[in-house]
């Protein structure tokens, strides 16, 4: 059974940092290009970030381009989103989510139960 | 930017079809993507490159893609099927989203 499980979600300050995480199970871990998307409280869904399977080309929302870094650990089977400078605008519920191979990566068929995090003082 | 535009809600009496549409510029000439997403559930991919379902998805979610408009109808909709829809595509190398649908059943 697939399993995206989030991790590393909390309380932090506007223009601190926080690494988030994404534990996978399931699957072939290294064979699959890797997205972060997030949702505000009461927001629709927001793509921020999405990683190759080996790591080495990534891209970023414009809102985030410069404070974020994605990256994998494909011996671990993780997935980890750092997020430097946040802003209260940041505040969301973080979800990692599979490309799909039948979709060429550019849709997502697991997602997992996401991470909260919150950028207030 | 690439703008995914989608109506705020969609009403639809049990038995009927729902339509939910997508519009982006020139959005035919790449694929769609549609999730629904239950509260306080994470959102479940329903129909993937404009027309496909995933195993598991029933056979009254179908997708259709043209010019600039996407569709996602739901024939025969049940009150399970109430939830917010996203359609999501790609530009370039950037994600997009639309700005849901709350469909009401």
């Known amino acids: 059974e697939v399993q995206l499980v989030e991790s590393g979600g909390g309380l932090v300050q506007p223009g601190g940092s926080l690494r988030v995480s994404c534990a996978a199970s399931g699957f072939m871990f290294s064979s699959y290009e890797l997205n972060w998307v997030r949702q505000a409280p009461g927001k629709g869904l927001e793509w921020v970030s999405h990683?190759?399977?080996?790591?080495?080309?990534?891209y970023y929302a414009d809102s985030v381009k410069g404070r974020f870094t994605i990256s994998r650990d494909n011996a671990k089977n993780s997935l980890y989103l750092q997020m430097n400078s946040l802003r209260a605008e940041d505040t969301a519920v973080y979800y990692c989510?599979?490309?799909?191979?039948?979709?060429?990566?550019?849709?997502?068929?697991?997602w997992g139960q996401g991470t909260l995090v919150t950028v207030s003082s | 930017s690439f703008e995914l535009t989608q109506p705020p809600s969609v009403s639809v009496s049990p038995g009927q079809t729902a339509s939910i549409t997508c519009s982006g510029n020139?959005?035919?000439?790449?694929?769609a993507a549609w999730y629904q997403q239950r509260p306080g559930q994470s959102p479940v991919v329903v129909i993937y490159?404009?027309?496909k379902r995933p195993s598991g998805i029933p056979e009254r979610f179908s997708g259709s893609n043209s010019g600039n408009t996407a569709t996602l109808t739901i024939s025969g909709t049940q009150a399970m099927d109430e939830a917010d829809y996203y359609c999501?595509?790609?530009?370039?190398?950037?994600?997009?989203f639309g700005g849901g649908t709350k469909l009401t059943v």
């Open positions: 999501q595509a790609w530009d370039s190398n950037t994600a997009v």
């Open positions: 990683i190759r399977t080996d790591g080495t080309t990534k």
């Open positions: 989510a599979r490309g799909s191979l039948a979709a060429g990566g550019r849709a997502f068929d697991y």
């Open positions: 020139k959005l035919g000439n790449t694929y």
């Open positions: 490159q404009d027309t």
